[in-house]
């Protein structure tokens, strides 16, 4: 078994790599696992099957960074947020189980490039208060089900937030981990197969446990505009090749 499980992770080099890159950015920005990420699979994956796998691993990296993030992250922001969530998630799935793959591709790139210009060319600052918190979980969990990653949204709020960084990367984790654990139990409860997904997971995740610890142990050292600068250029070239490879062939 072990001899196959080796052989099954040279097949898989291409997605891990983007796994453990993802998720070392994510250990130290707080996000950027399944924004980054979740372009970068449908490469090799399609959309319907990458959404159940970014979720499951992003629960997983998300579970063990908001351990310790408890004390740090701010909890009145988590409820609304994912009051929120829970509100937007049922028409998200309703809009996943009856979409194409090739829409869901195209449509989980132009969210993500839509959330990127949104952030760089408005410079307003989103009042955080209960009511925006609760809307932005909204969009969060609509994107979280569709396209497997409720990051847009989120970021676009507290974009221009006033919030320490390390506030805001605790209040990442646990907000992150919610969501994404209400969208497995909602593609659960709707019917959908994990058993492929399953699959994909265990032979990702030693690379998104490695990119976790590297991204841990470097967290100190690196300077965080340049990171976000790199994830800009990353996701801007990933959803620009992703929406014309669909369109054109």
Not at 11 to 25: C, M, N, R, V
Not at 135 to 162: E, H
Not at 200 to 224: C, D, N, Q, S, T
């Amino acid at each position: 078994m072990m001899t196959a499980y080796l052989w099954g992770l040279e097949g898989h080099i291409y997605p891990a790599l983007a796994i453990f890159l993802s998720a070392i950015l994510q250990s130290i920005t707080g996000f950027g696992l399944v924004i980054v990420a979740a372009p970068l699979l449908m490469l090799f994956y399609d959309p319907k099957l990458t959404v159940p796998v970014m979720l499951m691993l992003a629960c997983c990296a998300n579970l063990t960074q908001g351990i310790f993030a408890l004390r740090t992250a701010n909890l009145k922001l988590v409820f609304y947020l994912y009051l929120g969530v829970l509100c937007g998630q049922p028409i998200g799935f309703f809009v996943f189980d009856h979409a194409s793959s090739a829409a869901l591709k195209v449509f989980i790139s132009v969210i993500v490039l839509l959330s990127l210009g949104t952030i760089q060319a408005l410079h307003y600052r989103i009042r955080e208060c209960p009511r925006n918190s609760w809307i932005t979980g909204i969009f969060s969990g609509f994107t979280s089900i569709t396209a497997g990653m409720g990051g847009p949204p989120f970021l676009i709020y507290l974009a221009y937030s006033r919030m320490s960084i390390d506030v805001m990367r605790a209040t990442c984790f646990v907000f992150f981990f919610l969501c994404n654990a209400t969208s497995l139990t909602s593609y659960a409860l709707g019917g959908l197969p994990f058993g492929p997904a399953w699959g994909e997971f265990i032979y990702l995740l030693p690379a998104l446990a490695l990119g976790i610890v590297i991204g841990h142990l470097a967290y100190p050292y690196v300077p965080k505009a340049q990171i976000k600068r790199v994830i800009y250029v990353l996701l801007y070239v990933t959803c620009l090749y992703t929406i014309a490879s669909t369109l054109l062939f």
